[in-house]
């Protein structure tokens, strides 16, 4: 069992910045993809980002130029910086963790809300 902690959300005003970051419980050892995903009231959870054991990064469009996705494979930590945040940004944001082997493990979620 892996357990994902995220932290860093919080309230900011829009065009501001904010980091998350998701650690994993213990060492992973193999190959898996983590990701960002976020899910606003309402809305369906959706794909904000992703990187692959490889360090291959892709994002959706509404995200692209402002959200940078990076892994820390040492300390088992994905980070996701997010610049010129918008009001449309608000959502819980969870980190998922995908083993090769189909298994996945999904973080409690981290509020981040966008607003004046």
């Known amino acids: 069992q892996v357990q994902l902690v995220e932290s860093g959300g919080g309230l900011v005003q829009p065009g501001g910045s904010l980091r998350l970051s998701c650690a994993a419980s213990?060492?992973?050892?193999?190959?898996?993809?983590m990701g960002w995903y976020r899910q606003a009231p309402g809305k369906q959870r959706e794909l904000v980002a992703e990187v692959s054991s490889g360090g291959i990064t892709s994002y959706a469009d509404s995200v692209k130029g402002r959200f940078t996705i990076s892994r820390d494979n040492g300390k088992n930590t994905v980070y996701l910086q997010m610049n010129n945040l918008k009001p449309e940004d608000t959502a819980i944001y969870f980190c998922?963790?995908?083993?090769?082997?189909?298994?996945?493990?999904w973080g409690q979620g981290t509020q981040v809300a966008v607003s004046s």
């Open positions: 998922k963790l995908s083993m090769t082997s189909g298994i996945y493990y």
């Open positions: 213990r060492n992973i050892f193999g190959l898996y993809r």
